[in-house]
């Protein structure tokens, strides 16, 4: 029977950015890819395989998925290598396995998944949002800033600006800049021109609330695959609400009307069918933000475009499959040194242990992977009482 291998690499990000071949991701990327190796065991189907090279106890209750390490791979022709993420990196990551270059996506593919992850996709979400939601108000479109001296007239003008490089990891890229540019952000800003050919602008929005619609892309059209309500700190991910798509909705109404959610979400269906979905198969996650304007709460729905998986689509995954309805938690990714990783893994699972109702969890503390010794990074799930 055809199945999915699924592997999860992290990294997908900072390769994309890198645009290489012979890409070598920093050590602590290396090391998340190695820690959460088998979370793609909870959004996998029965009979897929898991990439990992762990032989550490399986987190239950998941599916029966099979494990395997990518040199020991067997690859049907009907089979489908599912990735993080597509990148010129991971597809020499497979070749190198053995894997027929006939299964994988051409080099020229590869790089229209990249052309289509430059952030410039966002702002022409954006202008097709606004083209046809007039009734509505949205934020300045980012716009391309191709030297320096664009970035100063552009920041000037506006007093407060957001800086972002066109692909970035998590974190990593996206600049806040008032006033004057220090002159560590200048000589970052040269760089990124010289690399990536421009530096993004967009206005600097009062921030209420963080969230995004995923999508998912097959056979040329596009689907609503659920909400995702997340928080960040400084650009980086911390975690996820776990909650229905009808308890994310109705957080949300606490900001902006339902209906303004449904037309933002049925425009991205539109572009995505006619933009993305022709030239990717997978996962799309576009995110969004409440924002403060003067006194009114407004939308920006399209801060940031992902082909690939996201953590909003995991924890989406993990919640519609394994956590009972009604409940509510959050979903997070820790780190800790070594040792203290698994100290604190050890007390939650005493302070907070794991019930269930059914084969679905009801409270308590539940690890999405592995956690030992040596881990660095870890995914779980806090489901409240």
Known sequence: MPKKIHLFNPQHDLSLAAGEMEYHAPESAMQLASDLSLLPLWYAEGGDTVISDTDAVLPPPVREVNVSAINDLTVGEDDRLVPWGWDRSVRMQFLRAGVPEDLLPSAGHIDRI??????????????????RATDMRFPDTAVELASFREIEEFVAARGEAVLKAPWSGSGRGVFWCSGQMAQSLAGWCTRVIQRQGCVMGEPALDKVQDFAMEF??????????GYSLFSTSGGVYRGNRMMSDAMIEAALAEYVPVPALHTVRGLLTEFLS??????????????????????????????????????GMVARTVYDRHVAAGKNGWFHIGHQPPGLLAAQDREMRTHMPLKTEGNRIASGYCPLVPVTESSVYTAFIIIDE
Request: charged share 20%.
């Open 114 to 131: 990249r052309a289509m992850s430059h952030r410039r996709t966002a702002g022409r979400a954006m202008e097709y949002i606004k083209g």
């Open 274 to 311: 006619a933009e993305i979905a022709p030239h990717y198969s997978g996962y799309v996650g576009v995110d969004m933000m409440v924002y403060r304007d003067g006194g009114e709460l407004l939308v920006n729905p399209a801060v940031e475009i992902n082909l690939r998986m996201t953590m």
């Open 216 to 225: 998912h892309c097959s056979g040329g059209t596009a689907a609503f695959a």
